[in-house]
């Protein structure tokens, strides 16, 4: 039960909280669930239910994303990314003095506590700035266009079988995509996602033609035709081209 400011728990006084939004009033509560960080934060997670059928609008803009280590993505209209930081690169030096200094307390004391409690306030503060640029950019996505077209990639695989190690895992793709398509479906619009299989680094997106192979070092797109194009931008209009067609 919520009551101005404050959460009544089972078993549980009511206790006071910073509410992150308003529940709409036809909304019914059906269970709130309490955790607990790392660093000692608690929160409360509400489920609710309520009756929602969004008018599903008509596919008119329409864009390509092809995932990139550099921006995040770079889209099929004007070969741009989101220039994405990169948090976690960002903070390896802060992070791994934190972690020298946590490996020289002995373990179990009160300093070691402490210690292990600024290493995992720096991890919180980390995740927490990927998620509020991945809702943002999720959100800007998913206002201006119908339909939003992506590669049905395997995130870990391509981790494991590319060496990309956690360079993949900050980018937090997944996490991307799922905040994209809950977005876009709460207005009726789509997220369609091709076979990853699909050859859109290959294929020329001005003449059709498709490279025997292309190495990851190469960043530029040249093809017999004469075309030459951003390699990711290339593979973005490509992806974009093969949504359309499974739409169509």
């Known amino acids: 039960m919520l009551l101005d400011g404050y ?13 992150h939004r308003e529940i709409p009033s036809h909304h019914i509560i059906k269970s709130c669930t309490v955790s607990r960080t790392k660093t000692g934060k608690y929160y409360v997670s509400i489920l609710t239910e309520y009756e929602h059928q969004p008018i599903q609008k008509e596919v008119q803009a329409v864009v390509g994303l092809d995932f990139s280590m550099n921006g995040l993505f770079v889209d099929s209209e004007e070969g741009k990314t989101a220039n994405y930081p990169r948090f976690y690169r960002q903070a390896l030096e802060k992070l791994a003095k934190k972690q020298r200094i946590l490996s020289r307390r002995k373990k179990g004391s009160n300093r070691w506590h402490k210690q292990r409690l600024e290493v995992a306030k720096l ?31 395997n995130m870990k695989g391509m981790s494991q079988a590319l060496n990309f190690g956690k360079g993949v895992a900050d980018h937090a793709w997944g996490m991307f995509t799922t905040f994209l398509q809950y977005k876009l479906e709460e ?34 797109f040249r093809c017999e035709c004469g075309f030459v194009v951003n390699r990711d931008w290339n593979a973005a209009v490509n992806i974009k081209r093969e949504g359309l067609r499974l739409l169509a």
């Not at 959460?7 to 509410?19: A, G, R």
């Not at 294929?203 to 498709?210: Q, V």
Request: with cysteine; glycine share 4%; hydrophobic share 30%.
């Open 7 to 19: 959460v009544k728990l089972p078993k549980l006084k009511l206790v006071k909280m910073k509410q």
């Open 123 to 153: 991890h919180e503060r980390i995740a927490n700035q990927r998620k509020d640029f991945l809702h943002k950019e999720s959100h800007k996505l998913a206002k201006r266009y119908d339909g939003v077209i992506i590669e049905d990639l």
């Open 187 to 220: 207005q009726g619009k789509k997220l369609i996602k091709i076979n990853k299989w699909f050859p859109s680094s290959k294929t020329c997106s001005c003449c059709g033609r498709k490279k025997e192979s292309l190495s990851l070092s190469e960043r530029t």
